[in-house]
């Protein structure tokens, strides 16, 4: 079982950067994938990014594509979202999410795949 939780949310003004980080607690964190997803006021939760048990592969919404960059470290049990070149379409609560997963299957893009979530950490994006 894991416990995440997420951070570095804030108000930040369009095309500025932000970096969001989740600190997992509990056993095999190396053996799952990992995610990013947001939820923006009024609308449903939507698949930002994610990453294999070992980092080999990573996946992305289109709408992020080349602007934001997930990453994770094993040895220190962190997941990471690089988000650059900020929109207000951005704005939303970011969440982590966490599957048991130690293979090299296909990443989902579905909320409905991940068994572990966070708490969330808002992100405004100021025009």
């Known amino acids: 079982q894991l416990q995440l939780a997420e951070s570095g949310g804030t108000v930040v003004q369009a095309g500025g950067s932000l970096r969001l980080e989740c600190a997992a607690s509990?056993?095999?964190?190396?053996?799952?994938?990992l995610a990013w997803f947001r939820q923006a006021p009024g609308k449903d939760r939507e698949f930002v990014a994610a990453?294999?048990?070992?980092?080999?592969?990573?996946s992305y919404a289109e709408s992020v594509k080349g602007r934001f960059t997930i990453s994770r470290d094993n040895a220190k049990n962190m997941l990471t979202l690089q988000t650059n070149r900020l929109t207000p379409e951005d704005t939303a609560v970011y969440f982590c999410?966490?599957?048991?997963?130690?293979?090299?299957?296909?990443?989902?893009?579905?909320?409905?795949?991940?068994?572990?979530w966070g708490q969330g950490t808002q992100v405004i994006v100021s025009s």
């Open positions: 999410a966490a599957a048991f997963k130690p293979n090299s299957g296909r990443l989902s893009n579905d909320a409905k795949s991940y068994t572990y």
């Open positions: 509990g056993r095999a964190f190396d053996s799952h994938a």
């Open positions: 990453i294999r048990w070992n980092g080999d592969a990573t």
